[in-house]
């Protein structure tokens, strides 16, 4: 069964809801991918998954590290959305295993067919354990979330069918798709929780106004955008690109406007929050200026929204739903803060500094490296002990 009763609680505390795990493994894996990544870029490793190193890191950051934290933050979320006790013990452990699998498959020697159902089996799964109590209590409005979750493991189908016949257009079309599909889920989420945790972080307990019209046109803009680089529209109507890239950064920026307060910035668990939006809003002006015709590298654009973006939302949150969720003060010491601030650096280092100098992506693997290992200095012990208010999760 993929929902246990809540008296069922595993004995180990790491596998009393789905964030523990999955931020944990998704952390650590990402670290020693991007350093694996590093080494290759310098000249010092030279593995060889099957496909080429690029076609690893492609895939392994979006739908291996992304796709860990997604499923780590929605299994958890989806027990707060519905009453029903979320993920747990066994059921929770198969998943997890699962995901561990697929990231070590690559470097098995397991025929290409078998890796690509290793890999692509976990996101319908998690889509499953989502619906499941989604749909028992009929929560209308969070439908959409299960709908992004399957459009995500559509589009990793794509990647990985494409890899399997060698065909780079179709590897190409799954990751820039998974990609702003991603984006599209930070769109939805963030929408729901940055100023609900700006308005309490700041001690106000009113709740925020609605503006239901500009999240429904954030939403059906940001999943015509992954739509368009599917289908191969991207690649011929550029023009209509730029448009609506440009109405993505307008609507990102009204979003960010509306939500701010001043007090926010000496919150480091709220302005972390904002600052990972905000390349959001950079990524759509980079993408559409370069769809318009101005000379920006595709990549650095790109890099803007995986490193400072996703990245830095991916952090925030971990850091905030991490003692939230174990029952500890919503405070983070001054070297999460500085966690924050690194990752910020990593994404100008990637995105500003290579129209200048080389050292621009050593130095921004420094600082991302940096960030997550003082997250998990900090926070593997709390994801590892029960919660320090004795409830179970």
């Not at 399957?150 to 990985?160: K, S, V």
């Not at 701010?260 to 959001?280: C, F, K, N, Q, T």
């Not at 003082?374 to 994801?383: A, S, T, V």
């Amino acid at each position: 069964m993929l929902v246990q009763p809540i008296d069922s609680r595993p004995r180990q505390a790491v596998w009393g809801l789905g964030f523990r795990p999955f931020f944990l493994g998704g952390s650590l894996f990402a670290l020693l991918a991007l350093l694996l990544w590093g080494g290759v870029l310098a000249g010092a490793l030279e593995p060889t998954p099957p496909g080429g190193m690029l076609a690893w890191h492609r895939h392994e950051m979006l739908y291996g590290f992304a796709a860990a934290i997604i499923a780590g933050f929605l299994l958890t979320a989806v027990q707060n959305w519905s009453g029903i006790p979320g993920l747990n013990g066994r059921a929770l452990q198969g998943l997890f295993l699962l995901w561990l699998l697929g990231r070590v498959s690559w470097f098995l020697p397991l025929p290409g067919s078998v890796l690509v159902v290793i890999e692509g089996s976990f996101l319908p799964l998690v889509a499953l354990a989502l619906a499941r109590p989604i749909v028992q209590r009929r929560l209308r409005n969070n439908y959409p979330i299960v709908g992004l979750v399957l459009l995500i493991a559509a589009c990793q189908w794509l990647t990985l069918v494409g890899w399997l016949r060698q065909d780079e257009l179709w590897q190409r079309r799954g990751v820039f798709a998974g990609l702003w599909l991603v984006a599209a889920m930070m769109t939805v989420l963030g929408g729901r929780v940055i100023p609900f945790f700006t308005r309490r972080g700041l001690g106000n307990m009113a709740p925020a106004p609605a503006r239901p019209w500009l999240d429904r046109a954030c939403l059906l803009l940001s999943v015509a955008v992954p739509l368009a680089f599917a289908s191969g529209l991207a690649d011929t109507a550029r023009i209509g690109l730029a448009v609506l890239f440009g109405t993505l950064f307008a609507l990102h920026t009204a979003r960010l406007t509306l939500w701010h307060d001043r007090g926010l910035w000496r919150v480091p668990l709220l302005w972390s929050l904002h600052l990972a939006y905000a390349w959001i809003a950079i990524a759509c002006l980079g993408m559409a200026l370069w769809h318009a015709g101005v000379a920006l590298g595709p990549s650095l654009v790109t890099h803007a929204l995986t490193v400072g973006a996703m990245s830095g939302l991916i952090l925030a949150m971990m850091a905030r739903v991490s003692l939230g969720h174990t029952g500890r003060p919503l405070q983070v010491p001054t070297s999460i803060a500085w966690a924050f601030a690194l990752i910020q650096l990593a994404t100008l280092a990637r995105v500003v500094l290579p129209l200048f100098t080389p050292l621009g992506v050593s130095l921004s693997v420094v600082c991302w490296s940096l960030a997550l290992l003082l997250f998990l200095r900090h926070y593997l012990p709390i994801l590892l002990r029960p919660r320090a208010d004795g409830m179970p999760g």
